[in-house]
């Protein structure tokens, strides 16, 4: 900008983010509001959208002790949630969001509050799963539900702004797939096609990039199988699933992908019962079956108990996901009690006390949850 007289150009002045108060311990002020309220925090001022997207104010959070662990769930409508006044305020001071038949909820581990997450796609495509890295939470294939096909739709939400964007499609359309994070890339295989053919393609999203690394063919096709990370955080594996000419015939092996070799290894022994629930715990395979919470050794000496199954969980419905670096793992299930009524509920373990909280939701957030995913924010 010129001054009057065109003496060259004159320094733009410096805003302060609050009046009065320097900047790093008005940052230090910013990063204590809850995650919940960053959407309208970010409304008020380019300088406190600025700051709230700055790599440092992760950190900041994190020495004020601030940071939240959030769980979203790929869920189905709770219909019996009409019944109890309709649909809530999610508290962001927006208007209420309706109940979608299939749609993203996210519940906060540190507040235990829930809300339906805003700008999320109109239309999510039936048994679509999801997976995070970083902040970002990627929602994946499942089928479209006007025709029941399965789709390669891509959506990413940025849990740290809330901002949705459409990312690129997977090059193989697929449901009932394993998926998860590792090595910083979320990962697909197997599942099926729009045949119900069992797959055994593989690929691997960057969603910094916005691009798909086509990986090698498992050695088998493995539908229905479970996806996670393990060892290091850096190897996907999928686990058990079966092949198209036996249908329900769920193998008790794995594959992990070698990143270095670009090739797959295989597991023997690995599956648990086909109504567990696999969680990767601070580098072991943990799963959750009818009797208790188990954890994988070796091929050679199998599992062993590591705590109590959750009270009250209906056997066959889990699903699990580990939050707070490895502190907690979050279940979410059918609740199997009278007066249950076809309710869901997420229970709570804590890896160090080995003890379960039960956590039953609001009506409208107690439908069945297919695919789960955490974030730290």
């Not at 380019?46 to 104010?57: C, I, L, N, Q, T």
């Not at 109590?308 to 969980?313: A, D, N, R, S, V």
Request: aromatic share 8%; charged share 25%; hydrophobic share 40%.
């Amino acid at each position: 900008m010129r001054s009057p007289r065109g003496g060259g150009v004159r320094a733009q002045e410096h805003v302060d983010l609050i009046p009065g108060i320097p900047d790093d311990v008005a940052v230090d002020c910013l990063a204590r509001v809850p995650h919940a309220s960053h959407r309208a925090l970010r409304r008020v001022c380019r300088g406190w959208r600025s700051a709230a997207a700055a790599p440092a104010f992760a950190s900041a959070r994190a020495a004020a002790g601030a940071t939240e662990d959030l769980v979203y769930l790929l869920q189905f409508g709770n219909p019996s949630a009409a019944d109890d006044g309709g649909p809530k305020d999610d508290g962001d001071g927006d208007a209420p969001a309706s109940t979608p038949a299939y749609g993203v909820a996210v519940y906060n581990v540190t507040t235990g509050e829930w809300r339906r997450e805003r700008g999320a796609p109109p239309v999510v495509p039936v048994f679509a799963q999801c997976a995070a890295v970083g902040t970002r939470v990627a929602v994946l294939g499942g089928w479209d539900p006007r025709t029941f096909e399965p789709v390669a739709d891509v959506h990413v939400l940025d849990a740290a702004t809330g901002e949705w964007r459409r990312g690129a499609p997977m090059r193989t359309a697929r449901s009932f797939f394993a998926c998860a994070e590792a090595g910083g890339k979320i990962y697909v295989a197997g599942g099926h096609d729009k045949h119900k053919n069992a797959l055994k393609t593989a690929e691997a999203y960057d969603a910094g990039a916005d691009a798909w690394d086509p990986l090698p063919d498992m050695s088998e096709e493995r539908d229905e199988c479970d996806g996670m990370a393990t060892v290091a955080g850096d190897r996907f594996l999928a686990v058990s699933g079966y092949r198209t000419a036996r249908q329900g015939g769920f193998e008790r092996d794995a594959e992990w992908f070698d990143p270095a070799a670009r090739a797959w290894r295989r597991l023997e022994r690995v599956r648990a019962p086909p109504s567990a629930a696999h969680v990767v715990v601070r580098g072991r395979v943990w799963c959750i079956e009818g009797n208790a919470v188990m954890e994988w050794i070796s091929p050679r000496r199998g599992w062993r108990e590591v705590g109590p199954y959750p009270p009250g969980l209906k056997a066959g419905t889990a699903r699990a996901v580990c939050v707070g670096g490895g502190e907690k793992v979050v279940v979410t299930g059918a609740l199997d009690v009278e007066g249950g009524g076809g309710r869901h509920a997420l229970w709570v373990f804590d890896v160090k006390t080995k003890s379960w909280t039960v956590v039953r939701p609001p009506p409208e957030f107690a439908g069945f949850v297919f695919s789960v995913a955490s974030v730290r924010i």
